[in-house]
T-cell receptor, first 113, second 111 residues
Framework: DARVTQTPRDKVTEMGQEVTMRCQPI?????VFWYRQTMMQGLELLAY????????DSGMPKDRFSAEMPDATLATLKIQPSEPRDSAVYFC???????????FGQGTRLTVV | GQQLNQSPQSMFIQEGEDVSMNCTSS?????WLWYKQDPGEGPVLLIA?????ELTSNGRLTAQFGTTRKDSFLNISASIPSDVGIYFC???????????FGTGTRLKVLA
């Protein structure tokens, strides 16, 4: 049963600490997305990659957020330093080349205190 | 930027009732998708629509791609308690691989 895997599922951290979220996309999917979900803003696209190359990170605060794909099986989203306003659920999703639709992981619930 | 507005924002219905919701945009899109999100989970793709006017079903769910290409509709027939969740519409931005999501419709079913 192919699925997107995200770790950790939950993370509580103190303000100022570095946070790294990891994602394993579905094997064979060549587009990977990072979304953030909050009550106020809904689902926002932060960044996405195609064939491991970053195509758009305009939704991401660049001073503290960074997204990378070190290889085809791993995508990372890093926040340094974290702030309370970063508290949200972060989703990774992946999509195959020709078929419509992105497939989501279960998310990482981040709480910054 | 582009915005997808969903209506209603939330709804309570009785088990067995049919449900209708819609999604509208001020821009034209060539593909529309519907997702459902259960509590504590990521959104799951329900239906993808590729062509204006298209009507597509997935079990008790039926979705339509509006003829103006600025809206889409989702109907759920004979609702059951497990239909509870948030339903999102989404579109892929033309010329990109980006998906943007609507504001969501929260469905609650009363047994």
């Amino acid at each position: 049963d192919a699925r997107v895997t995200q770790t950790p599922r939950d993370k509580v951290t103190e303000m100022g600490q570095e946070v790294t979220m990891r994602c394993q996309p579905i094997l064979g999917h060549n587009t990977v997305f990072w979304y953030r979900q909050t009550m106020m803003q809904g689902l926002e696209l932060l960044a996405y990659f195609r064939n491991r190359a970053p195509l758009d990170d305009s939704g991401m605060p660049k001073d503290r957020f960074s997204a990378e794909m070190p290889d085809a099986t791993l995508a990372t989203l890093k926040i340094q330093p974290s702030e309370p306003r970063d508290s949200a659920v972060y989703f990774c999703a992946s999509a195959p080349g020709r078929v419509l639709g992105a497939f989501f992981g279960q998310g990482t619930r981040l709480t910054v205190v | 930027g582009q915005q997808l507005n969903q209506s209603p924002q939330s709804m309570f219905i009785q088990e067995g009732e049919d449900v209708s919701m819609n999604c509208t945009s001020s821009s034209i899109f060539n593909t529309w998708l519907w997702y459902k999100q259960d509590p504590g989970e990521g959104p799951v793709l329900l239906i993808a629509l590729y062509k204006a006017g298209e009507l597509t079903s997935n079990g008790r769910l039926t979705a339509q791609f509006g003829t103006t290409r600025k809206d889409s509709f989702l109907n759920i027939s004979a609702s059951i308690p497990s239909d509870v969740g948030i339903y999102f519409c989404a579109v892929r931005l033309s010329g990109t691989y980006k998906y943007i999501f609507g504001t969501g419709t929260r469905l609650k079913v009363l047994a």
